[in-house]
C-alpha cells in the first residue's frame, strides 16, 4: 500500500517509520525546512523497540496514487492539513486520521465526505527533539482505526493486516472505532486536566495527595461518555483508575508539554469539547472546566509575549 504521511513529527514520523520497516511505500509530505533535514540526516526515531536510521521519500505537495493518508497534525492546523491533502483525497486516498479529540471527524466529513474518513487513535508518546530527532517515551505502540461505518472488509483492514501486530507496532482495524475514540477521549480528558492544572505528572500529583483528584477527573469524564451513549466498560476503568494512581509514574499529557515548551495547545478540541459535551448531558464539569480556564488563560499570556 501507499501511504501519505503530513508532517514527519513526533507521530507522524514514529508511525511513518514503523510503516517503512513493514514494507509499506511511504512518502512525507513535509515543510521545506523539514524536507532538507530529511535528505541530510534520513528519519530519525530513537525508541526501545529499536531504532530507526533510514532515507525517506518527502514531498512539497500532495498528488494521487496513494491509499491512505496519515494525518498526525495538531488540531488547530486542521484546515491547513485539509488544504495540503486535498489533491490525494480527491484522487481516492482514505484519510486516516490520529489527532486527539473528537471533533476534528465532522470537519473532515464536511471536507472529504464520511465515506473517505475513518476513525483512528494512537496510543503512543513521542516527542520531536530540537535536532529533528523523534523519540519514543514508554512502550506504548498501538494504532487503531476503522471505518465509521463498521464494515471490516474495505481498505482499513487492509491497512491492518500490512502493518501487522510486531514489536513497535501493532495496527488493529475494528468495527466500533467511534466507541474506541471515546474511550481515548476520557483517558486524555483525565490526564490532560490533571497534568495541566497542577503542572506536574502523573506521579507527582499522585505522591502530593492527589490520586483522589485524578480518579475523580477519571469518573466524570466516564459519565460524560455514557451520557453520550458510550458506557465505559470496567476492564477500561480498572486499567485507568491504577494508571491515575501510580505513584512512580512521570506520564504527563502532550498539552502539558505544550503548554511547558511555550506552545500552542489543543485546549478546546479536548477539555472545551468534554466541557461542551458535560453541559448538553447536564452533568457538572467543574473541574474540566477550571481546566480549560486555565489553559485558555496562558493562552492569552502567549498571546500577548508575556511568559516567562
Known amino acids: 500500500m501507499r501511504m501519505l504521511v503530513l508532517g514527519a513529527g513526533a507521530l507522524g514520523g514514529y508511525f511513518g517509520g514503523r510503516a517503512l520497516e513493514r514494507g509499506l511505500d511511504v512518502t512525507f509530505l513535509v515543510r521545506p525546512g523539514r524536507a532538507a533535514a530529511l535528505a541530510r540526516d534520513g528519519l530519525r526515531v530513537r525508541s526501545s523497540f529499536g531504532d530507526i536510521d533510514r532515507p525517506v521519500a518527502t514531498t512539497a505537495t500532495a498528488g494521487p496514487g496513494f491509499d491512505v493518508v496519515l494525518l498526525s497534525c495538531k488540531a488547530y492546523d486542521l484546515d491547513s492539513a485539509i488544504s495540503a491533502i486535498r489533491p490525494a483525497v ?26 473517505r474518513i475513518w476513525g483512528g487513535l494512537a496510543k503512543c508518546a513521542a516527542t520531536l527533539e530540537p535536532d529533528g530527532t523523534v523519540r519514543h517515551l514508554n512502550d506504548w505502540h498501538w494504532l487503531t482505526f476503522g471505518q465509521q461505518d463498521g ?14 501486530s510486531a514489536p513497535g507496532l501493532v495496527a488493529q482495524a475494528v468495527p466500533d472505532i467511534q466507541r474506541r475514540m471515546w474511550e481515548k477521549l ?123
Open 151 to 164: 464494515a471490516m472488509d474495505g481498505r482499513a483492514a487492509e491497512l491492518a493486516k500490512a502493518l501487522g
Open 186 to 308: 476520557v483517558h486524555l480528558g483525565t490526564v490532560a486536566a490533571g497534568t495541566v492544572l497542577m503542572r506536574a505528572s502523573v506521579g507527582e500529583i499522585s505522591r502530593a495527595g492527589g490520586t483522589p483528584f485524578l480518579l475523580s477527573l477519571l469518573e466524570g469524564n466516564a459519565a460524560i461518555a455514557a451520557a453520550h451513549g458510550h458506557v465505559m466498560d470496567e476492564a477500561f476503568l480498572a486499567t485507568y483508575r491504577a494508571l491515575f494512581s501510580d505513584a512512580g509514574s512521570a506520564y504527563t499529557a502532550s498539552m502539558l508539554r505544550d503548554l511547558e515548551a511555550g506552545g500552542r495547545t489543543e485546549a478546546d478540541h479536548i477539555l472545551g469539547f468534554l466541557c461542551d459535551a458535560a453541559r448538553a448531558a447536564n452533568i457538572s464539569g467543574d473541574l474540566l472546566q477550571l481546566a480549560h480556564l486555565h489553559a485558555k488563560a496562558y493562552d492569552q499570556r502567549r498571546e500577548a509575549g508575556r511568559l516567562p
Open 90 to 115: 480527491e484522487a481516492g486516498a482514505c484519510v486516516l486520521p490520529i489527532l486527539n479529540g473528537i471533533a476534528h471527524i465532522a470537519t473532515l466529513n464536511a471536507a472529504f465526505g464520511a465515506g
